[in-house]
């Protein structure tokens, strides 16, 4: 919900979104179906493999709607870093020497 802070500030109309995704770990797919200033309806779209999310917010651009109010376009590129776990388990965390990385599978 965007707030007024001051008089001549810009302000940025209210969103709400419910998304469905189905996720496993190399693959991702949502689809946001978005509320933009209470009366406007939007869909999006974004699909993840491995670590490059590609997505839309505004799904219709690509259909010719009527109405059209913008383009979206947008990627990601995220990587993991592994944590490891210690060999005894001590209170303040463990020692570089201690440690013991677990693959993923």
Sequence with gaps: Y????????LSRPAQLSITP????????ANLPVS???WYLV???LSL????LTIGTEKLGQFFNFRNFSGLDF?????????KGNCKKQKQKGC???ER?????K
Excluded: Q, V
């Excluded at 995704?21 to 991702?28: A, D, I, N, P, V």
């Excluded at 993840?48 to 670590?51: H, I, S």
């Design 35 to 37: 509320f933009y200033d």
């Design 74 to 82: 947008y990627f990601t590129f995220h990587f993991f870093l592994e």
């Design 95 to 97: 020692l570089d020497s």
């Design 21 to 28: 995704r189905y996720e496993t770990s190399w693959f991702e």
């Design 42 to 44: 939007r869909m999006g």
């Design 48 to 51: 993840r493999f491995y670590y």
């Design 100 to 104: 013991k990385f677990s693959s993923r």
């Design 2 to 9: 965007g707030f007024n802070l001051a008089p001549g500030s």
